[in-house]
C-alpha cells in the first residue's frame, strides 16, 4: 500500500481554511472584527511569503478556541463547513483523491492549519488520515489556547509524518516512495523527501522550483 500525501489549503481546497476560520470568527462576534482580521491578513501574507513564525501564528490561531466553549465553537465550525468549505472544494479534487483510493493507497491530509478545523474537512472529504497542528485539550476538552507538539509546518511536516509512521514497516521507504500533492513553497522540504512530488496551482516560488527539478505541475481548480 502507497502513501499518497495531499496538502489541504489551496490543493484540495481552492482556497486557505485556516485564513477563512479566522476571518469566520470575526463575522460572527468571536474576535474583535478590525484587529483580528488585519492580523489575520498578516499572518497569511508571511505564510505566502515563507516567513511565518508558526509558533506566533499558533498563539494566535489558538486564543479564541480557549475564549469560547467547545461546544459553541463546535456549532460555528459546523456553519463554517457548510457555508465555507464546501464551497471551496477544488472540483479535481474528488477525483483525485477517488484514483488514490482505487489504486489501494493510503490517503493522508498533511495540513499546517489545526487539526481541529480540519477534522470535519478531511472527514467531508473521505479522508480517513489526517496530520494536523494540534491545540492542546484541557479539562473537558476544552481548549487551553497552547500547542501540543511539533506544528505541522515545513521540516515539521516530516517530523509529523514520521511519528506516523512509526507503526509502518518501513517508515524511510514509505517517505520515499510516497506520492504528495502541494501548492506550498513551504512544503518543498516535504515534497524533496518523497518518490513523487507534485504542484498542485503551485504559488510563484514552488512553480519554479518544481520547474528547475522537472517536478509534475496539475491543477485541480
Same mark, same amino acid.
Given at each position: 500500500?502507497?502513501?499518497?500525501?495531499?496538502?489541504?489549503?489551496?490543493?484540495?481546497?481552492?482556497?486557505?481554511?485556516?485564513?477563512?476560520? /479566522?476571518?469566520?470568527?470575526?463575522?460572527?462576534?468571536? @474576535?474583535?472584527?478590525?484587529?483580528?482580521?488585519?492580523? /489575520?491578513?498578516?499572518?497569511?501574507?508571511?505564510?505566502?511569503?515563507?516567513?511565518?513564525?508558526?509558533?506566533?501564528?499558533?498563539?494566535?490561531?489558538?486564543?479564541?478556541?480557549?475564549?469560547?466553549?467547545?461546544?459553541?465553537?463546535?456549532?460555528?465550525?459546523? $456553519?463554517?463547513?457548510?457555508?465555507?468549505?464546501?464551497?471551496?472544494?477544488?472540483?479535481?479534487?474528488?477525483?483525485?483523491? *477517488?484514483?488514490? $483510493? &482505487?489504486?489501494?493507497?493510503?490517503?493522508?491530509?498533511?495540513?499546517?492549519?489545526?487539526?481541529?478545523?480540519?477534522?470535519?474537512?478531511?472527514?467531508?472529504?473521505?479522508?480517513?488520515?489526517?496530520?494536523?497542528?494540534?491545540? &492542546?485539550?484541557?479539562?473537558?476538552? &476544552?481548549?487551553?489556547? +497552547?500547542?501540543?507538539?511539533?506544528?505541522?509546518?515545513?521540516?515539521?511536516?516530516?517530523?509529523?509524518? $514520521?511519528?506516523?509512521?512509526?507503526?509502518?514497516? +518501513?517508515?524511510? +521507504?514509505?517517505?520515499?516512495?510516497?506520492?504528495?500533492?502541494?501548492?506550498?513553497?513551504?512544503?518543498?522540504?516535504?515534497? &524533496?523527501?518523497?518518490?513523487?512530488? @507534485?504542484?498542485?496551482?503551485?504559488?510563484?516560488?514552488?512553480?519554479?522550483? *518544481?520547474?528547475?527539478?522537472?517536478?509534475?505541475?496539475?491543477?485541480? $481548480?
Amino acid at each position: 500500500m502507497a502513501l499518497a500525501l495531499f496538502d489541504l489549503d489551496n490543493t484540495l481546497l481552492a482556497g486557505d481554511s485556516d485564513h477563512a476560520w /479566522n476571518e469566520f470568527l470575526a463575522e460572527v462576534g468571536a @474576535v474583535h472584527p478590525t484587529c483580528h482580521a488585519e492580523t /489575520n491578513d498578516r499572518f497569511y501574507q508571511e505564510y505566502v511569503a515563507g516567513t511565518l513564525d508558526i509558533h506566533e501564528f499558533c498563539r494566535f490561531a489558538f486564543s479564541p478556541l480557549a475564549e469560547h466553549p467547545r461546544a459553541q465553537l463546535e456549532a460555528w465550525r459546523e $456553519r463554517f463547513i457548510d457555508t465555507l468549505i464546501r464551497p471551496m472544494i477544488a472540483p479535481g479534487a474528488p477525483p483525485l483523491l *477517488a484514483r488514490h $483510493r &482505487e489504486a489501494g493507497d493510503e490517503l493522508v491530509i498533511i495540513t499546517a492549519t489545526n487539526q481541529f478545523v480540519t477534522q470535519p474537512i478531511a472527514d467531508l472529504l473521505g479522508v480517513d488520515h489526517l496530520i494536523a497542528t494540534l491545540a &492542546e485539550e484541557g479539562e473537558g476538552r &476544552e481548549f487551553t489556547g +497552547d500547542l501540543t507538539g511539533v506544528p505541522c509546518f515545513q521540516e515539521g511536516k516530516i517530523e509529523r509524518l $514520521r511519528q506516523y509512521l512509526a507503526d509502518h514497516p +518501513d517508515p524511510e +521507504d514509505s517517505i520515499a516512495q510516497a506520492s504528495f500533492y502541494s501548492d506550498s513553497r513551504n512544503d518543498i522540504p516535504l515534497l &524533496e523527501r518523497v518518490g513523487h512530488p @507534485v504542484a498542485v496551482d503551485p504559488d510563484p516560488a514552488l512553480a519554479a522550483h *518544481a520547474h528547475n527539478q522537472g517536478w509534475p505541475v496539475i491543477s485541480l $481548480r
